[in-house]
């Protein structure tokens, strides 16, 4: 361990706790997963701390990288302190057992991320993740995707997760073929992106902009995307 403060007088010396054995894991896990991943705790990644990486970005190799950005997220600060702060219902707080999470790190594309919102058991709303950009794709597939969504929503989540109440992230790759990439709680924890928590909590007018062809149809979700004059689409 190195001293990181000492008293010259009475020769005291504090040092920084080292944790070898946590640490060794750690970096086989890393290393099994080809070397780079992308970490984050039960609920939250530090994604609001890309910033203090050498590489802005979230991609680490080491436990020191996961620990540089743990500590500078507000997002991992939340799940430690206070993760139930959102919730309505009047039970005491469970006591939590933390994990670490290690993805393998992948190359995404920002504008094939989509995040879904689930109410009810229902797909109700679809935002394009990378709300500051405009994608061109999106607004020529904009039917193909919400089809290709909602036919992964039906058939591999909808009814089998634990809540009826929740959000989901996607990705589409160039193949058309649709990965779940997480889920996040269904409230004001979570970003909303290109929606309201108001209107996704309450429902209403989602349908008018709905991703289908047909417009009518009660199922569709509503689909929101960036327009070429960078607007939200309507």
């Not at 919102?117 to 709300?131: A, M, T």
């Not at 039917?143 to 290709?148: A, F, G, L, T």
């Amino acid at each position: 361990a190195l001293p990181i403060w000492s008293d010259d007088e009475n020769t005291t010396t504090l040092t920084a706790p080292e944790f070898p054995d946590f640490a060794l894991k750690v970096q086989e896990a890393i290393n099994s997963l080809g070397g780079s991943i992308f970490p984050k705790l039960n609920w939250s990644s530090p994604r609001d701390a890309y910033w203090i990486a050498l590489n802005s970005s979230l991609k680490c190799k080491t436990l020191s990288d996961i620990f540089l950005l743990f500590k500078s997220s507000d997002f991992i600060t939340h799940d430690f302190t206070q993760p139930f702060i959102h919730c309505s219902d009047d039970s005491p707080d469970p006591s939590i057992e933390f994990e670490l999470v290690l993805r393998k790190w992948c190359e995404l594309i920002p504008g094939a991320e989509f995040r879904c919102f689930v109410k009810e058991n229902k797909l109700i709303g679809i935002s394009q993740r990378d709300y500051t950009q405009y994608y061109d794709h999106i607004c020529k597939q904009k039917e193909e995707i919400c089809r290709c969504i909602q036919d992964f929503f039906r058939k591999n989540i909808q009814c089998k997760f634990l809540d009826e109440d929740f959000v989901f992230d996607v990705y589409r790759d160039s193949w058309g073929k649709i990965w779940l990439i997480d889920f996040n709680p269904f409230g004001e924890i979570t970003d909303s992106l290109l929606f309201t928590w108001e209107e996704l909590t309450l429902g209403n007018s989602l349908n008018n902009d709905s991703g289908c062809t047909e417009a009518t149809d009660q199922d569709c979700p509503a689909f929101r995307y960036i327009t070429s004059e960078d607007r939200k689409s309507t």
